[in-house]
């Protein structure tokens, strides 16, 4: 995939920007926001990139590293550090159960720390090779100073509340503030929630599986602090430990300022800021799912939370985890294959 997908005279970014993996990718649909594909993409739950969309013109050409460490604010700021360069999210919340504590040791390759504005933007103009890494993640909240409040209240609301209304979402859960260092990564992971991901500054590669995809991408399980994410690391895959990894298909697209893809919710997405592309800058904007049907034949994404739902009993009742997989292999095995 090359830059030159939209016009050839600016060269913005080259294949050698992003990282290499062994995957089977096909372009993400990329239509004007007042196409009516857009929607027609995002009833569907697929996802679609959104072009030309005014959602963050107001923040387009203000929000530089400056001027957001001159308007941040002084509070703490969530701040993940790195000893490589891959960011892969863990829930603090499931370090110390008890299930966690009967010996399955876990500890993160990023950790989460408190850094002021200052403190962060210092970092990152003089990071050099070998040190750790850094990635400002932040929900936008009222600690922020009054120009960024202005900027924030000019985003482009009536576009979003549409397709909040017109696709049935839920409330709109926070709008998280992204800076990151070149070649950061994102691995590969879902949520449960919608997600309308504009772009501010800088490139980010963007690859998307349908939770059709689960069985070939091995998420931890449901009680690990890496719930959601995937077991596989795409630079090395363990093809002896996930060999329907071979199997998967998936989408990608890279993101520019003013670009705005929509992630539904349950899709995989792995996210990598763009080697040599300097540092990037996204807001998103999480929504709840709107009330859930059960309509049949039941949709991918409703499997899925179906099976976390079982997990999570089973969990609940044999308190053990090592003795969830004993169960249900008994229960399957020769009997449901
Ligand atoms: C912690 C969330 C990071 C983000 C991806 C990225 O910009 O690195 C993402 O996965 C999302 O917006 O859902
Ligand atoms: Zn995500």
């Known amino acids: 995939m090359t830059s030159c997908d939209k016009d050839c005279d600016k060269k913005r970014w080259d294949s050698s920007q ?11 649909p990329r239509y004007h926001y007042q196409d009516p594909k857009v929607d027609e993409l995002i009833k569907k ?16 050409q203000k929000w530089s590293l400056e001027y957001l460490e001159k308007n941040l604010g002084k509070s703490g700021y969530t ?7 891959k960011f892969k999210y863990f829930d603090e919340k499931k370090m110390l159960t008890k299930t966690n504590q009967k010996g399955v040791e876990f500890t993160p390759i990023s950790k ?5 504005v200052s403190d962060f933007m210092k970092r990152l103009k003089e990071w050099k090779r070998g040190e750790e890494r850094i990635y400002l993640q932040q929900p936008l909240n009222s600690t922020v100073g009054p120009s960024i409040v202005e900027d924030y209240m000019k985003f482009d609301w009536p576009f979003v509340t549409s397709k909040k209304t017109k696709h049935n979402w839920g409330e709109l859960t926070s709008n998280v503030l992204f800076i990151s260092m ?11 929630q919608q997600n309308l991901f504009a772009q501010i500054h800088g490139y980010k590669r963007c690859i998307l599986f349908s939770p059709d995809q689960f069985e070939y991408l091995y998420p931890h399980p449901v009680y690990h602090p890496h719930d959601r994410q995937s077991m596989v690391d795409f630079e090395r895959p363990d093809y002896a430990r996930f060999p329907k990894f ?13 670009d705005v ?15 040599r592309g300097g540092p990037t800058i996204t807001v998103n904007f999480w929504y709840k799912g709107g009330p ?13 939370s179906i099976m976390r739902n079982v997990e999570k009993m089973l969990l609940e009742v044999l308190q053990d985890p090592k003795e969830v997989g004993p169960l249900l292999r008994s229960m399957v095995i020769g009997r449901y294959t």
């Open 79 to 85: 701040v993940y550090l790195s000893r490589n360069h």
């Open 18 to 28: 992003l990282r290499k993996y062994d995957l089977g990718l096909e372009p993400i």
């Open 292 to 304: 859930t049907t059960l309509e049949y034949p039941l949709m991918d994404h409703q499997k899925v």
């Open 261 to 275: 893809l929509y992630i539904p919710k349950y899709w995989w997405h792995h996210v990598e800021s763009l080697m």
């Open 45 to 60: 739950n697929q996802p679609v990139l959104i072009t030309g969309s005014k959602l963050v013109e107001s923040a387009l």
């Open 246 to 258: 071979r199997n998967v298909r998936g989408v990608e697209t890279v993101i520019e300022p003013g």
């Open 112 to 116: 989460r720390v408190d850094m002021k």
């Open 182 to 192: 070149e070649g950061n990564v994102t691995p590969c992971h879902y949520d449960e």
